[in-house]
Every structure is written in C-alpha cells, then in structure tokens.
C-alpha cells in the first residue's frame, strides 16, 4: 500500500503482472487485493485522473486474455465507474467498452456448438452489453453474430441456453438498426412459428419463449415494418419497392393469423387457471403448518404471478398483429417483459432456490432461468476465495480461454 501510494503507476503495472503469473495461489491473491484494496481506493491512486484512468484500462484489457465470467464481471464494473467511461463519457468510449465485451465474446471465433464454454461466455457477455446499448453503442456484431451462428442451430442448445439466448435477444432487439433488424427477421418469424403451432394440439405451449419471441418480433418489425409484407403477408405501404404489395402474400398472412389465434386463446385458458390459482393461495397459507410450507407456497404464488404476466403479455402482442396493416409496439417502454417485473415477493420466494428445466409456473418446459437479480451466483465462473462477493448479476461464467481457468 506504501508503495501504491507513492508510485502508483509503476506500483499497478508491477501488480497486474501478477494478474498473468501462472502461479495460481499469486494469482489469485493479487486478485483480491486488487478488489478489495486497490478498486476502493481509486480516486486517491488515480492521479492525475484521466492519464491514471486511461493507464489503468490498459492494464485490465490486457489482463483479459484469461479471466473466468465472475473475474470479468469484477473488472467491467470497476471500467465502468471510472469517469472516462461515466455518464460525461465520449462515444468512443462508450463504444470501447462494448468492444472490451466482444473481444471476451470471441465473436471472431469459429463456432462450435458443443462447445458449451464459448455458449456460457456469449450468454455472459450478451447480458453485460445490455446496459451499453442503453447508452448509445451498436449491437449490430453481437445480433449478427446471433443470427448467423446461434440462430440456425437453436434446436442443438440446452433448454437453458435457448432461454437465456431468447431473454437477451428480446432485451436487445429495442436497440436494432433497421439494417440488422431486416436481416435477423426471418429467424425470428421462422423460430416463432416453431413455438406457435397453427392447430391446436395437446402439447404444451413453451410461454416463456413466445413471449420472448413475440416481444423481439414487434422491435424489429417497428424498425423496417415493410419487411414484414412478405414474411407474414400484410400491406404496409411505406411507397419503397421494398414494400412489394403487388404480390400474393394471403396464404402466409393466413397461417400467422392461425397460429396467433391458437396461441391467444391458449394463453387465455392457461391466465383463467393461473388467476383462479392465485385467489386459493390465501386459504392454503392460513392453512400452512410450519415455514417450510408457507416457503413454498411462497415460491409457488411467485411461479404463478409470473406465468400471469408472461400471458398477459402475450394478450398484448399478439392483439395487434391481427390488423391488415398493424402497428408494432416499438421501443422499450410500452411491454414490460415478465422477468424484469418481479415484485419483492418472488425475488424473497426464490433466495436460495435453483430452478430446474421445467419449472416455470405455465407447465411447460422453458429452460428454466430465474429472473434476473435472482441468479444463484454458484453457477456463475467463480474460482475459488475471489468467487465470494462477486459474480452475482451475471449469468453464465466460463473458463479461462488459454489455461482452461476451472469453474
């Protein structure tokens, strides 16, 4: 500290060496002396400031070659408190943060769909875009990315991983440009109809997913609504060539009308269950004998408000996809998602709770994540000492990319 405090630049290059030492027991001491000693006392070390902070960012990016989900998670949140990337941050470095994500994306990688570490890392990284989108930088390389190589082997994904593909598409798709919303619409359109059959059947509709899918559909439609002519035969006129209306288009409009009427009335019957569910919790928690009871009785109202809202949903946009010429519910204020809404009782029902695959509250099989905020941090790439108190908020972790870093 005496050292840091005289020199810190030198003191923070000589220290970040150790980041890379292949002594894992130095390794990771360093680390947590640079979370737990170093971090907090940013604005005393880094001085001048802005030299000092651009110093500091070279040294964490290089640090990155071989980091866990958890590691890396610690090192973008200190980035992102630091004022060169705050709220008075430049473009460019808005944008440099989300090519920090992408390069431990390894979106320039061969993909592999066996290769669950690189699926774990993109799921990761995708969620710690999220908030860098918010602030202005383009998505344009991680949704090409999706639609050229996760999108066409959806099928081969875990259940989890196909959920967690689809919450982070649906919570990217409100920051598409018109170009990549033209171009990953087909995939979309074409996945949906998968979960959205055009007669009714005894199988279980995976709620969770058309939600996801019907939400990302109106985003990207809302920024190229022409598009949408051919794909599901409506007769948008915007006066481009592109609109195509002179073409017979009614045998596709047909089937998505179908499959839109199967899947409401669908959801309807499932919201009438759920909402008589939820009216005899009251009774059954009089009822219950002990905490352990009313825990799960707990969790299960939780499972059952959420398969509510999912529905709802659902309702809402699917309701206007049935005009000749809809409008699409476009930006990021006017559905909330299912997930993002979760009241103060289903994150205390969940504490401490692992979902399973086919645990969703609707009964049927969705992958089963839990709503954000409420990950169990064990799943996440922690190693070791550094795993307590980081890694929460992330979901997925990942090995090291050249030494193999365990979980």
Same mark, same amino acid.
């Given at each position: 500290?005496?050292?840091?405090?005289?020199?810190?630049?030198?003191?923070?290059?000589?220290?970040?060496?150790?980041?890379?030492?292949?002594?894992? %027991?130095?390794?990771?001491?360093?680390?947590?002396?640079?979370?737990?000693?170093?971090?907090?006392?940013?604005?005393? !070390?880094?001085?001048?400031?802005? $030299?000092?902070?651009?110093?500091?960012?070279?040294?964490?990016?290089?640090?990155?070659?071989?980091?866990?989900?958890? $590691?890396?998670?610690?090192?973008?949140?200190?980035?992102?408190?630091?004022?060169?990337?705050?709220?008075?941050?430049?473009?460019?470095?808005?944008?440099?943060?989300?090519?920090?994500?992408?390069?431990?994306?390894?979106?320039?990688?061969?993909? *592999?769909?066996?290769?669950?570490?690189?699926?774990?890392?993109?799921?990761? @990284? #995708?969620?710690?875009?999220?908030?860098?989108?918010?602030?202005?930088?383009?998505?344009?390389?991680?949704?090409?990315?999706? *639609?050229?190589?996760?999108?066409?082997?959806?099928?081969? #994904?875990?259940?989890?991983?196909?959920?967690?593909?689809?919450?982070?598409?649906?919570?990217?798709?409100?920051?598409?440009?018109? =170009?990549?919303?033209?171009?990953?619409?087909?995939? *979309?359109?074409?996945?949906?109809?998968?979960?959205?059959?055009?007669?009714?059947?005894?199988?279980?509709? &995976?709620?969770?997913?058309?939600? @996801?899918?019907?939400?990302?559909?109106?985003?990207?439609?809302?920024?190229?609504? %022409? +598009?949408? &002519?051919? #794909? @599901? /035969?409506?007769?948008?006129?915007?006066? =481009?060539?592109?609109?195509?209306?002179? $073409?017979?288009?009614?045998?596709?409009?047909?089937?998505?009308?179908?499959?839109?009427?199967?899947?409401?009335?669908?959801?309807?019957?499932?919201?009438?269950?759920? +909402?008589?569910?939820?009216?005899?919790? /009251?009774?059954?928690?009089?009822?219950?004998?002990?905490?352990?009871?009313?825990?799960?009785?707990? !969790?299960?109202?939780?499972?059952?408000?959420?398969?509510?809202?999912? @529905?709802?949903?659902?309702?809402? !946009?699917? =309701?206007?996809?049935?005009?000749?010429?809809?409008?699409?519910?476009?930006?990021?204020?006017?559905?909330?998602?299912?997930?993002?809404? +979760?009241?103060?009782?289903?994150?205390?029902?969940?504490?401490?709770?692992?979902?399973?695959?086919?645990?969703?509250?609707? /009964?049927?099989?969705?992958?089963?994540?839990?709503?954000? /905020?409420?990950?169990?941090?064990?799943?996440?790439?922690?190693?070791?000492?550094?795993?307590?108190?980081?890694?929460?908020?992330?979901?997925?972790?990942?090995?090291?990319?050249?030494?193999?870093?365990?979980?």
């Amino acid at each position: 500290m005496s050292l840091l405090r005289q020199d810190p630049k030198a003191s923070l290059t000589a220290l970040f060496e150790h980041v890379e030492s292949p002594d894992e %027991n130095v390794r990771e001491k360093v680390l947590i002396f640079v979370r737990e000693k170093v971090f907090p006392m940013k604005t005393e !070390l880094l001085k001048p400031q802005e $030299e000092m902070e651009r110093h500091v960012t070279d040294l964490i990016k290089k640090s990155l070659q071989d980091v866990t989900g958890a $590691e890396f998670k610690m090192f973008m949140d200190f980035l992102k408190g630091l004022s060169i990337f705050g709220e008075k941050a430049a473009p460019e470095r808005i944008q440099e943060l989300l090519e920090i994500v992408e390069g431990q994306a390894d979106l320039d990688a061969q993909f *592999n769909v066996s290769d669950t570490d690189h699926i774990d890392r993109l799921m990761s @990284c #995708l969620y710690l875009a999220l908030p860098i989108y918010v602030r202005g930088a383009s998505n344009s390389k991680f949704l090409n990315y999706i *639609n050229k190589h996760l999108l066409p082997v959806f099928d081969k #994904l875990s259940d989890e991983k196909k959920l967690d593909l689809l919450k982070n598409l649906a919570e990217s798709s409100p920051y598409a440009s018109a =170009q990549d919303a033209r171009s990953l619409l087909p995939s *979309n359109l074409q996945l949906l109809k998968k979960y959205m059959p055009r007669r009714k059947t005894s199988e279980e509709i &995976n709620y969770t997913f058309v939600e @996801c899918l019907l939400y990302t559909f109106h985003q990207l439609a809302s920024k190229t609504p %022409n +598009t949408t &002519n051919s #794909l @599901c /035969g409506y007769k948008i006129v915007t006066g =481009q060539p592109s609109d195509r209306l002179g $073409e017979d288009f009614s045998d596709l409009h047909k089937d998505f009308m179908e499959r839109l009427t199967v899947v409401e009335e669908s959801a309807k019957v499932t919201k009438k269950k759920l +909402t008589q569910a939820i009216g005899e919790f /009251g009774k059954a928690m009089v009822a219950a004998k002990d905490d352990a009871a009313k825990s799960e009785l707990r !969790l299960k109202q939780a499972k059952t408000t959420l398969g509510m809202r999912t @529905c709802s949903n659902i309702l809402s !946009l699917t =309701q206007p996809l049935h005009e000749k010429s809809p409008t699409f519910l476009g930006g990021d204020k006017k559905i909330t998602l299912s997930w993002k809404e +979760t009241p103060k009782t289903v994150a205390s029902a969940n504490a401490g709770v692992k979902r399973t695959a086919s645990d969703n509250g609707l /009964g049927s099989t969705v992958g089963g994540k839990k709503g954000r /905020g409420t990950e169990n941090p064990s799943s996440f790439g922690n190693r070791g000492g550094l795993s307590r108190g980081i890694g929460r908020g992330i979901r997925g972790g990942w090995r090291g990319r050249s030494r193999g870093r365990g979980y």
